[in-house]
C-alpha cells in the first residue's frame, strides 16, 4: 500500500498475567521484527473496536476492555509509509494464540514488558523509550 498521507494503526498489548503477547512479524514491512497484534483502522471504526477485531483475526484470542494507551509516530522512509499509532492495552479474556495469518506473522509468544524479544519492530522500540508501561493503563 503506498500512502500520501501518514496512515492510522492500532496495536493492541494484551495482558495475561504479567506477560504480553508479541509476534514476529514476516511479509510485510518489519519482516523479522517483534510486535503487538494490530492493524489498520477502517472506515466508521472505533479504535477500541479495531484492536479487539485484530486480535481477534491475527491472534484466535478474545479480549476485553480496550484502553488508549500511548501514541507513536512511526515513519518507515525506505518503505514510503507513515503511521500514528495508536497503542491500546487490552485484558485477555479467554482462547490460545493461534497464528491465523502465517503470511504475517510467523507466532506468537507471551513474554515479560522486560523481556521482550528482539529485534523489535520500530513503534514496539519507541514505547520502551517512552518508558511506557503497560501495566499502568
Known amino acids: 500500500m503506498h500512502m500520501d498521507m501518514p496512515g492510522v494503526g492500532v496495536s493492541c498489548i494484551i495482558i495475561k498475567g504479567k506477560d504480553v503477547l508479541i509476534g514476529r512479524r514476516k511479509g510485510a514491512h518489519g519482516a523479522g521484527t517483534w510486535a503487538f497484534p494490530g492493524g489498520h483502522l477502517e472506515m466508521y471504526e472505533t479504535p477500541e473496536e479495531t484492536a479487539i477485531r485484530e486480535v481477534l483475526e ?3 484470542l478474545i479480549v476485553r ?11 518507515f522512509r525506505d518503505d514510503k509509509r507513515h503511521y500514528i499509532t495508536l497503542h491500546y492495552v487490552c485484558r485477555y479474556a479467554s482462547g490460545d494464540p493461534k497464528t491465523m495469518e502465517p503470511d504475517k506473522c510467523s507466532g506468537w509468544v507471551w513474554a515479560e514488558w522486560n523481556d521482550l524479544p528482539r529485534p523489535l519492530f520500530p513503534s514496539v522500540s519507541k514505547l520502551l523509550d517512552m518508558k511506557f508501561d503497560p501495566f499502568r493503563v
Not at 480496550?66 to 509516530?73: E, H, M, V, W
Open 58 to 60: 491475527e491472534t484466535g
Open 65 to 75: 476492555d480496550p484502553k488508549f494507551g500511548a501514541l507513536t509516530n512511526d515513519i
